[in-house]
T-cell receptor, first 115, second 111 residues
Framework: DTEVTQTPKHLVMGMTNKKSLKCEQH?????MYWYKQKAKKPPELMFV???????INESVPSRFSPECPNSSLLNLHLHALQPEDSALYLC??????????????FGPGTRLTVT | DAKTTQPPSMDCAEGRAANLPCNHSTISGNEYVYWYRQIHSQGPQYIIH???NNETNEMASLIITEDRKSSTLILPHATLRDTAVYYCIVKMTGTASKLTFGTGTRLQVTL
């Protein structure tokens, strides 16, 4: 199984709502990532988890809160978002061993619209 | 991480080889060249990577110049399904770390 799944596929939320994006992989990968992609732009990294611990936070606003409850799951909790946060949110996973960077496997993304 | 330069767009006839260039003149000795692609409305997909030697897999071939300052991704027989944005990324080895995507090359495969 080389698949990364993301739910929901689409999400529309108001600026006062609280919602969560979910990502799951069963490849035994111990590194998981959140990327944000605005229309017609390349993906930009938000967070990296390595062995269930946050290892990289790219200065993301606190209205985005990541969580890695176990090695297969990655959540992104959303609260008080702004319309400019509307984007495609991509989850990825990879092996995580010292000495090399392994290829990342991406999910299909969640298309988020903030109204 | 070294910066990469790619042409913004390319066209290729179906069945012909697509050759996508990438310049990375500031690459250092321990940096790999990675290629990903993103088909419209999908997540990026890993294609291939290499350090010094040319590499080939079931999807593509990667040709890296001897001085490692540039590389070419070759899709030997392009199909309409290869229409996508192709990203060339140069990255050091290491544990879990970020991919920094540039603007990529939009490849359009036509009949």
């Amino acid at each position: 199984d080389t698949e990364v799944t993301q739910t929901p596929k689409h999400l529309v939320m108001g600026m006062t709502n609280k919602k969560s994006l979910k990502c799951e992989q069963h490849m035994g990968h111990r590194a998981m990532y959140w990327y944000k992609q605005k229309a017609k732009k390349p993906p930009e990294l938000m967070f990296v988890y390595s062995y269930e611990k946050l290892s990289i936070n790219e200065s993301v606003p606190s209205r985005f809160s990541p969580e890695c409850p176990n090695s297969s799951l990655l959540n992104l909790h959303l609260h008080a978002l702004q319309p400019e946060d509307s984007a495609l949110y991509l989850c990825a996973s990879s092996q995580a061993q010292s000495g090399r960077m392994y290829e990342q496997y991406f999910g299909p993304g969640t298309r988020l619209t903030v109204t | 991480d070294a910066k990469t330069t790619q042409p913004p767009s390319m066209d290729c006839a179906e069945g012909r080889a697509a050759n996508l260039p990438c310049n990375h003149s500031t690459i250092s000795g321990n940096e790999y060249v990675y290629w990903y692609r993103q088909i419209h409305s999908q997540g990026p997909q890993y294609i291939i990577h290499g350090l010094k030697n040319n590499e080939t897999n079931e999807m593509a071939s990667l040709i890296i110049t001897e001085d490692r300052k540039s590389s070419t991704l070759i899709l030997p027989h392009a199909t309409l399904r290869d229409t996508a944005v192709y990203y060339c990324i140069v990255k050091m080895t290491g544990t879990a770390s970020k991919l920094t995507f540039g603007t990529g090359t939009r490849l359009q495969v036509t009949l």
